[in-house]
């Protein structure tokens, strides 16, 4: 576009040949072109066709944007904010804005001069009936909502304006329809659980029959059964999933609940990643696995502990019954000494250094032949002591 612009020298003003709005409504006639090197807009213009002669009723110069006519003000605007964009937005149209309008362009050249270019563009006004208008609400519940909620339902619908609006409530029983409301907004503050029902619109124009909206069944909730949304339904359905992986990853639910949270989130198919599920799997069986040597261990440990107290037991009990024996052979030999030392009052030691020898000859021998055969029994060894001594 540079190089076409720039083998011709001056700007190139583009626009349509013709344009429709609707009556009472808005419409945008667009004029732009594209900015040259070293050439300024000095001047924008909109004539409209009058009689014979067009008429100025907008300008725009280094002083400002002025309205020529008092018919436009507040209903023309001229977009100033990108360079190269001069297009007319006018609103609420009226029968008689239907014309040809100008647009004309001023640039100063390089060299000093003045260029000039304007394009001339067929405005239609028309009367349009008005479509059968839908209804909408801005709550992300859609038509049931929660007791207590403040919401509106919306009918819209397009044509000339004004546009009335009618809003009807229906019965059972084959009855007619409750004018509720003669608004576009149907308010509920707050909605209740009368309010439940079935609703819809009309929409009137001043050309055109009267349109009707699709019925809508408007149910609102008791607020001690909360609504889950679709988010929430999403996150305890993958919450469900997490818990049933960890308490029995062998179970083979996955794939089908995986698939299920697929279609219930934002983006169909895009469930719990596979790897994921793997991933879990592999944790649990390490952990099970895990606890099982565990338990093993201390299985193992417990019995190496029981045998080793059994046989320090037995040990133990070895020990004492020799040494009962020995204590018996003792006693057996000491019981009379000191009555013998009392009566005689006798303290010599000579008469009975050879009886002690004897004595502890006599229980070595004896503890000898106890570790190589079976004890005896316990009488009899007390008698063989006494008579030893």
């Known amino acids: 576009l540079g190089v076409f612009l720039g083998s011709l020298g001056h700007p190139i003003l583009e626009a349509v040949e013709n344009v429709t709005g609707p009556w009472k409504g808005d419409v945008y006639i667009p004029c732009t072109y594209g900015p040259l090197q070293g050439y300024t807009q000095v001047l924008v213009k909109w004539l409209v066709q009058r009689g014979l002669y067009p008429v100025t009723i907008f300008l725009r110069d280094s002083s400002g944007d002025h309205i020529q006519q008092a018919k436009y003000r507040g209903r023309l605007h001229v977009s100033n904010e990108v360079p190269g964009n001069v297009s007319l937005q006018l609103s609420t149209l009226e029968m008689d804005d239907q014309s040809h309008y100008t647009c004309e362009v001023t640039w100063q050249t390089p060299d000093g001069n003045r260029v000039v270019r304007d394009k001339i563009i067929e405005l239609r006004v028309q009367k349009l009936s008005v479509s059968k208008p839908t209804v909408t609400t801005g709550s992300n519940y859609g038509f049931t909502v929660p007791q207590g909620m403040r919401i509106s339902l919306q009918c819209q619908a397009r044509g000339s304006p004004p546009i009335s609006y009618v809003w009807y409530k229906e019965q059972t029983n084959d009855q007619e329809p409750i004018k509720v409301a003669a608004l576009s907004t149907l308010l509920f503050?707050?909605?209740?659980?009368?309010?439940?029902?079935?609703?819809?619109?009309?929409?009137?124009?001043?050309?055109?029959?009267?349109?009707?909206s699709d019925t809508v069944k408007f149910v609102v909730k008791d607020s001690s059964k909360p609504i889950k949304t679709k988010t929430e339904a999403f996150t305890t359905m993958q919450s469900l999933l997490e818990a049933i992986s960890t308490v029995n990853p062998s179970w083979n639910q996955t794939?089908?609940?995986?698939?299920?949270?697929?279609?219930?989130?934002n983006e169909p198919g895009k469930g719990l990643p596979i790897f994921a599920i793997i991933l879990i799997i592999s944790l649990c069986c390490m952990v099970v696995f895990t606890m099982a040597y565990i338990m093993f261990c201390r299985k193992t440990s417990q019995q190496e502990h029981v045998y080793e107290v059994a046989r320090v037991n037995n040990r133990e009990a070895s020990d004492s019954g020799e040494t009962m024996r020995v204590a018996i052979f003792a006693s057996g030999c000491s019981r009379?000494?000191?009555?013998?030392?009392?009566?005689?009052?006798?303290?010599?030691?000579e008469p009975y250094l050879g009886q002690e020898y004897q004595i502890i000859a006599q229980i070595n021998g004896d503890y000898a032949r106890l570790l190589h055969t079976v004890p005896l029994d316990h009488q009899l060894l007390a008698t063989e002591d006494k008579s030893v001594c």
């Open 255 to 265: 794939t089908d609940i995986d698939g299920y949270l697929g279609e219930t989130s």
């Open 189 to 212: 503050k707050p909605a209740v659980v009368a309010d439940s029902g079935s609703y819809f619109c009309t929409a009137k124009g001043r050309v055109g029959s009267e349109q009707r």
């Open 336 to 349: 009379d000494e000191p009555a013998s030392q009392a009566l005689d009052n006798d303290y010599s030691d």
